[in-house]
């Protein structure tokens, strides 16, 4: 083992099928005689330890170049215990090692110059070393080999910078760098085929001294190298794909020092090494039991889920009818405008008609009075003189005496005789007026009629849209009334009834009545299917119709009174306080809720006929000489005046039941009856015309008045009237008219001045008459 020839290392690293992946060639293959010549200072590393030998060569300096040989023998006798130093990198320098190459490198400086020649005649003789083309080739087949991935490789290095290293070493086999120039390794080198096969190789038996452990390995390694040598001459291919896994065995560096170690530190290594485990396993459980827990709960959810397919009708119900409300309220929306402007034009065409009506007569009440004085004064002046007409007047009094006598027409082909003058509704409009009315009418009843034409019926029928909710209702009755739909529908019903109401004028004695209508019946028929319990009575859905009554109809109403309603019509007071009476009657289940509209309604109607009293009741008064002739004109106005102001007294006791009594007894007895018409009758003749109004009178007073039976006095509004009836009797007995005092008799007993009948019977012994008494 002393003496081992240098050239067949280098000759054997060169071709060795791995010592491409360690180490670059230092000379060509084809020049044997310039690798015989290691005493020239071109010595190489050995395989698998040429790196560690330079480190090592680098840390204790490089000597002088005679010296070559022994570096070199020393270099292949650490070359199988360098490779698991490198590869640990501890890095710390072997001092038995180094002594051992010391001491070698002297017996090779004396011994190597004598025995070199005749060694190296004897190992070619033995060693057949492969020409260039056949290395060439076996390279290639490897390159071949590397690049298709047929084979698992057993370095890191990339492949072009192998090649490139070869090709330099090729190309110029004297840029080999020396000893102290190579690169020192300070990361760890993935272990090539050499060094594995040193490693498995390695004794197990770790009390063996590192010397012989050395020896061992290289004696191995070098047969190892031998029958390569041999396997190649005699023209075997190369086995690239080292498939065997060899079995990793790392040597203990006994040179590395390690702390003292007892049982005790062991122990507590052990015990906090535990704990952590412990603690991991514990947390890891804690998450495993959380997932456990969570698939358990998905699972059971969605199990659930495909199995309730009635949740799965709800929600699709639930998201049908969010949709449907949802579309419902955009539509709505998008034509309120609309409804809007159609409703304006209505109402300002009515209240136009309305005002027509209301100027027209008060400029002829005007013009037919100042007419009669200008007649009073001519009278009184001079009665020859004829009185000068102006034609505006001419033509007013023509035109009032033409209709008159349209009415009196009128009348007289339906057989009404007992007619007044005065009692009728002057309301006739010229046949241009009536024709623009119409058309303008027309007109907007068209738009009217455009407005939801481009509407499905589930969008604008009212009837379709409770249909859904009553489906709601009951399919899904908690939900229904949780939701409040009872205060929502008549929110969503309001455009849709105003529509309906564009086209309904409640002044007018043939207009459809309120019970009639369509939404009033869908809305009646959605209430009657109610399936509520008696749980749900605050959301009850009977309050839905007095609601919309209150929002949609009420307002509509109070304009109507406000604007277009003449209290001196007793067609359009019947009409209006028919409608007033439904909703009175609507609105009269809701006791607990007080309604802000109806009491505006009730204000505006109060506040209307005072208007009416303050501006419509005019009775003129006429000297008796004047009046006395009935067929005078002044006389003619006078009666129709009074009779005009009967009227609206009547009109104004019709809201009996609709208005307080007290509201009522101060507009029609406190403003009318005792300013007006009492002066009226006192400025009159006894006689049977005075009881035919008197009887009128007291026949227009509600009978709950004087319903009381221990009621012996009238209420205290009828003084001034009992005092006149009982002036007019005292009168009429002086004289021939015995019939019209047992009427005013009769008229006393009717408004229960009991105690005044008695007393003017037994005044004037009038003992027939006490049966009238006696009956009540």
Not at 424 to 431: G, V
Not at 465 to 482: A, N, V
Not at 512 to 537: C, H, R, Y
Request: glycine share 4%; charged share 30%.
């Amino acid at each position: 083992m002393a003496h081992r020839p240098k050239r067949t290392f280098r000759q054997r690293r060169t071709h060795s099928s791995d010592s491409d992946s360690t180490e670059e060639p230092s000379a060509e293959p084809g020049a044997p005689g310039e690798q015989a010549a290691p005493g020239l200072g071109e010595e190489g590393p050995p395989p698998g330890g040429g790196r560690v030998e330079a480190a090592d060569r680098h840390v204790r300096g490089r000597g002088p170049r005679s010296r070559g040989r022994g570096r070199v023998w020393a270099s292949s006798r650490r070359a199988a215990g360098a490779a698991p130093r490198a590869e640990g990198g501890s890095g710390i320098p072997d001092e038995e090692g180094e002594t051992h190459h010391s001491s070698e490198s002297k017996d090779d400086q004396n011994s190597s110059s004598n025995s070199s020649s005749s060694l190296e005649e004897e190992f070619s003789s033995i060693v057949n070393i492969p020409d260039s083309a056949f290395i060439q080739e076996a390279r290639r087949k490897r390159e071949l080999a590397r690049a298709q991935n047929d084979f698992i490789s057993l370095d890191v290095k990339h492949t072009s910078t192998i090649a490139e290293m070869k090709k330099n070493s090729n190309e110029d086999p004297e840029s080999e760098p020396d000893d102290h120039e190579r690169r020192i390794p300070f990361t760890l080198k993935p272990q090539t085929l050499r060094q594995r096969m040193a490693e498995e190789t390695t004794p197990r038996n770790e009390e063996t001294s590192e010397e012989s452990q050395e020896d061992e390995n290289q004696d191995i390694w070098e047969q190892q190298q031998m029958r390569k040598a041999v396997k190649i001459t005699e023209g075997r291919d190369l086995d690239l794909s080292y498939s065997s896994k060899p079995q990793t065995l790392k040597k203990f560096d006994t040179s590395i020092s390690f702390p003292p170690v007892n049982l005790e530190i062991i122990k507590k290594q052990l015990n906090t090494r535990l704990t952590l485990l412990q603690d991991t396993h514990r947390s890891h459980l804690r998450e495993y039991e959380k997932y456990i827990q969570d698939v358990k709960s998905s699972k059971s959810t969605i199990q659930n889920l495909e199995n309730s397919s009635t949740q799965a009708l709800n929600f699709k119900f639930y998201k049908s009818m969010k949709v449907y409300v949802e579309n419902l309220i955009d539509c709505l929306n998008e034509k309120i405008i609309s409804i809007q402007e159609i409703e304006s034009s209505m109402h300002a065409l009515l209240l136009k008609q309305a005002m027509t009506f209301m100027k027209r007569r008060q400029d002829e009440l005007k013009c037919e009075s100042t007419h009669l004085q200008q007649l009073s004064r001519k009278a009184e002046t001079s009665t020859n003189e004829s009185v000068a007409i102006d034609e505006k007047t001419q033509w007013i009094l023509e035109e009032i005496e033409s209709r008159r006598s349209r009415r009196r027409q009128a009348r007289a082909l339906c057989g009404n005789c007992d007619h007044q003058e005065g009692t009728s509704s002057d309301d006739e409009l010229s046949s241009e007026d009536m024709i623009d009315f119409q058309e303008t009418q027309g007109d907007i009843l068209q738009d009217h009629k455009k407005i939801f034409e481009d509407v499905h019926d589930d969008f604008c029928n009212i009837q379709h849209i409770l249909l859904k909710f009553q489906q709601w209702r009951e399919k899904y009755p908690d939900s229904y009334y949780e939701a409040f739909i009872s205060l929502c529908i008549p929110k969503l019903l309001n455009p849709l009834i105003r529509v309906q109401l564009i086209d309904w004028n409640p002044l007018k004695f043939d207009a459809i009545g309120l019970k009639q209508m369509p939404w009033f019946t869908s809305i009646e028929k959605f209430m009657a299917n109610s399936v509520e319990d008696s749980k749900k009575e605050d959301n009850s859905d009977k309050k839905i119709l007095p609601t919309v009554i209150n929002k949609t109809v009420i307002p509509r109403l109070t304009d109507f009174v406000e604007f277009i309603w003449d209290p001196l019509s007793t067609s359009q007071t019947t009409s209006l306080i028919t409608n007033c009476r439904v909703i009175h009657e609507e609105l009269s289940t809701c006791a607990n809720e007080v309604s802000k509209g109806k009491q505006d309604l009730l204000k505006s109607i109060v506040v209307r006929m005072k208007k009416a009293i303050e501006d419509d009741v005019f009775i003129p008064l006429y000297p008796k000489s004047t009046v006395e002739d009935k067929t005078s004109p002044h006389s003619k106005f006078q009666e129709r005046q009074f009779w005009s102001s009967v009227k609206l007294f009547r009109n104004i006791l019709l809201w009996n039941g609709l208005l307080p009594d007290a509201t009522l007894q101060e507009l029609g007895l406190g403003k009318l009856l005792n300013r007006y018409l009492i002066i009226a009758l006192l400025n009159a003749i006894p006689g049977p015309d005075v009881v035919k109004k008197c009887n009128q009178i007291a026949a227009s007073l509600p009978e709950k008045w004087f319903q009381n039976s221990a009621m012996r006095t009238s209420i205290p509004q009828l003084g001034n009237f009992i005092q006149f009836l009982l002036q007019s009797a005292h009168k009429l007995s002086r004289s021939e008219f015995r019939d019209e005092v047992k009427e005013i008799i009769s008229i006393l007993v009717k408004i229960k001045a009991l105690n005044q009948a008695e007393s003017f019977i037994e005044e004037y012994h009038l003992d027939h008459l006490k049966s009238i008494i006696e009956e009540v």
